[in-house]
């Protein structure tokens, strides 16, 4: 079965950092790529990272590049999403999510073909 669980949410005021987690199991995850999306109330799905660990690359969406990093640790099955100078509008559920190629997770409508159950990441001012 598999399974993509997140953890690491929580609530921290404006500037604050938090790190999420996702471990991943049920698939090879070195055949995959690990992404990061957020679903805000009222606002389109926002893919903001994904990690292909094939190619070393990464990618991140202009609303988080320069505040978030996204990391992994392949012995452990796990990616990180490191996230600094935290904003209110980073307030969102964020999934972590698994796929073959990173080439469309930036799209609001892209369907990941592994996802989590998500975490809730709420930032105060």
């Known amino acids: 079965e598999v399974q993509l669980v997140e953890s690491g949410g929580g609530l921290v005021q404006a500037g604050g950092s938090l790190r999420l987690s996702c471990v991943a199991s049920g698939f090879t995850f070195d055949d995959y790529v690990i992404g990061w999306f957020r679903q805000a109330p009222g606002k389109e799905r926002e893919g903001i990272s994904c990690s292909s660990s094939s190619d070393d690359t990464t990618y991140y969406a202009e609303s988080v590049k320069g505040r978030f990093t996204i990391s992994s640790d392949n012995a452990k099955n796990t990616v990180y999403l490191q996230m600094n100078s935290l904003k209110p509008e980073d307030t969102a559920v964020y999934y972590c999510?698994?796929?073959?190629?990173?080439?469309?997770?930036?799209?609001?409508?892209?369907?990941?073909?592994?996802r989590g159950q998500g975490t809730q990441v709420t930032v105060s001012s």
């Open positions: 999510a698994a796929d073959l190629v990173c080439l469309d997770y930036g799209l609001a409508t892209y369907e990941w073909q592994y």
